[in-house]
């Protein structure tokens, strides 16, 4: 097996143990960004670039920034945050992706290509317009009703918060 899959299967792993047993949710949320992180590389240990970038722009990115947001919010006035801060669980997460993050630049540094052997792939794999094309020539009608369903949940969403305002 190749050692770069070894360890960010590991970290994906660690990451997700570490996001269900800790007891606070900031430290959850940062185990989960470490499963994001980890996921990348994966994604770009598999030749697949597009779904890398996709990964830490839509999950790690927007997505865990919303999660920690709500978090921030549903604090209570009592709590203090330096006091959370000196959990032990965020500085070990903390070192823990830190040593990832670092593992993983040295992993884009180093360049993809040379990780893996040299296994031919169909022209254009993984690059942005093969999947256009695809999205929108082969599976517009399924483009299009992923469209209309994110829609439709979202009017929901706002409906039923509205109700609650």
């Known amino acids: 097996m190749d050692i770069y ?22 430290p959850s949320a940062l185990g989960l960004l470490t499963v994001f992180i980890a996921l990348s590389a994966l ?11 996709f990964q830490v722009t839509i999950y790690a990115g927007a997505i ?4 920690v947001f709500v978090i921030m919010l549903l604090m209570t006035p009592d709590e203090k945050l330096e006091a959370a801060q000196k959990n032990m669980a965020y500085r070990i997460m ?5 040593a990832y993050l670092t593992a993983l630049t040295v992993v884009g540094v180093k ?10 792939l169909p022209e254009g794999f993984g690059h ?20 209309v369903l994110l829609l439709v949940a ?6 039923l918060a509205k109700k609650r305002i």
């Open 43 to 53: 994604y770009l240990h598999l030749h697949a670039p597009l779904i890398a970038i």
């Open 64 to 67: 865990l920034v919303l999660v």
């Open 111 to 120: 360049g993809i290509s040379e990780l893996i052997s040299a296994n031919e």
């Open 94 to 98: 903390g070192a823990v992706l830190g």
């Open 154 to 159: 979202l009017i929901a969403g706002i409906y």
């Open 128 to 147: 942005p317009g093969l999947l256009g094309d695809l999205f929108f020539k082969k599976y517009l009608l399924h483009f299009e009703m992923a469209s």
């Open 5 to 26: 899959f070894i360890i960010f299967a590991i970290m994906a792993l660690g990451g997700a143990l570490f996001t269900i047993t800790a007891k606070d949710a900031l």
